[in-house]
């Protein structure tokens, strides 16, 4: 996040306006394309948490799958799941196809670009269609509780990526440049990430045959898509924001919003990056039988995240109008109500959001339809107070959407997932 917002003062002073926005709408349009991971890396990572901590004794309850305990569970979780991401590769490139053929052709995106812009897209899909094939390594690795090494190969790529496209700005290179380095890193991502992979995951015992009961796959989907389910309306709030605000009022009116909502991003990760880590032990606790262990847990992580979530919302409140004169050398940002708009609904996102992650890392999820009602409110209303009072309409729609339906959710199944571990 750091790298994103970091680029944007690069990519404003070294492009014209039009095209400094189509690069971030392009964004906005591959973060909708990574929906179609449809939550099984968060289910696989769940599951290798699960069965590497249990026993011969456990149960495979909730959302969870009956495999062998220990590695061999995960070996078998790995064979299961291979072939899940070859599909998605395939889906992903159709979807790419489509996105810039068919859907970018309404509205005002593309008004006035030449044919060039086609390849800056088709690299930037690229890009992420590579680091998506990488989907299940980093997954497994994340359950084996190598989460920070998920974390650092990730701000390898983003780092290379962002680094690589900000030269190709600085020589002139352009949009085709700037995409070329985003392909070649998701390559290094990937070769960098299945290494690790291979390093971390015992290898198979001579003779043995690591395959997973008959319909495991299937239950696995039915944990899996609910929890993408969730993604991709969760995604409708924020990931078709920018996107739709180029073709609502136009390219050139990206930039202000676009770096708002990345320096609001970036400080709500880094508030919770000493918290999500934990997740996979939280459900290890689980799978060994020890609910005490995770409760206690949960109860530190979420005293920590609420605290963490105060000052990056305030930081963010306070600074992030300094940090944008410094990042663009001009007062180009948004209001200051559509910054307090936006303040209060990446706090209260924030707050009960790690109150939804405790609750689907421990196999359940009642979130489904709350979510998709959030998505489908808040793309609904983004569209239409876009139209009726500009960017502010933005956050107001997710604020309302999310208070509607959510965010509330998100705390009543935390309170009963307490009371259970508790009981």
Request: aromatic residues 10%.
């Amino acid at each position: 996040m750091a790298v994103a917002v970091l680029l944007i003062p690069v990519v404003s002073a070294k492009l014209p306006p039009a095209e400094a926005g189509l690069w971030f709408a392009f964004q906005g349009l591959i973060a909708m394309i990574g929906l179609v991971d449809l939550g099984f890396g968060f289910a696989i990572s769940r599951q290798a948490s699960y069965s590497l901590q249990g026993s011969e004794n456990t149960k495979a309850d909730a959302d969870f799958i009956q495999l062998s305990p220990g590695a061999s569970g995960v070996l078998e979780l790995w064979k299961l799941t291979r072939k899940l991401y070859l599909g998605m590769v395939l889906v992903s490139a159709t979807l790419a196809l489509l996105a810039y053929e068919i859907f970018s052709r309404y509205g005002n995106l593309l008004s006035g670009h030449t044919g060039e812009v086609r390849w800056v897209w088709y690299l930037m899909a690229s890009a992420f269609i590579v680091s998506l094939s990488a989907g299940g390594h980093s997954a497994l690795l994340n359950g084996t509780g190598s989460v920070y090494q998920t974390r650092i190969l990730a701000a390898f790529y983003q780092i290379c990526a962002g680094a690589g496209a900000a030269l190709m700005a600085f020589l002139g290179v352009g949009l085709i440049g700037m995409g070329a380095s985003f392909a070649i890193s998701a390559v290094l991502y990937r070769i960098a990430i299945s290494w690790t992979l291979k390093r971390k995951l015992p290898p198979p015992m001579e003779g043995e045959h690591y395959h997973s009961a008959p319909g495991s796959l299937k239950k696995l989907a039915r944990a899996a898509i609910p929890v993408g389910l969730i993604t991709i309306f969760a995604s409708l709030v924020y990931a078709i924001q920018t996107p739709l605000l180029g073709s609502v009022l136009g390219p050139e009116k990206v930039i202000p919003f676009y770096l708002a909502q990345r320096i609001g991003q970036a400080f709500n990760m880094a508030a919770t990056q000493l918290v999500l880590p934990q997740l996979p032990f939280f459900t290890m606790k689980l799978g060994a039988g020890d609910k005490s262990g995770a409760l206690e847990a949960m109860n530190s992580n979420l005293k920590k995240a609420s605290l963490l979530m105060i000052a990056a919302v305030l930081v963010f409140f306070f600074l992030s109008p300094w940090m944008a004169r410094f990042l663009l050398h001009k007062s180009n940002y948004v209001d200051f109500t559509t910054l307090l708009a936006m303040s209060i609904d990446f706090l209260i996102l924030g707050m009960t959001g790690i109150w939804g992650q405790y609750v689907l890392a421990s196999g359940r999820n009642p979130f489904v339809w709350s979510t998709v009602l959030t998505g489908i409110s808040s793309l609904t209303l983004s569209y239409i107070l876009t139209m009726k009072i500009g960017i502010i309409g933005l956050p107001c729609a997710t604020l309302v959407a999310g208070l509607l339906f959510n965010y509330r959710k998100c705390i009543v199944a935390g309170l009963r997932l307490k009371s259970s571990l508790a009981n």
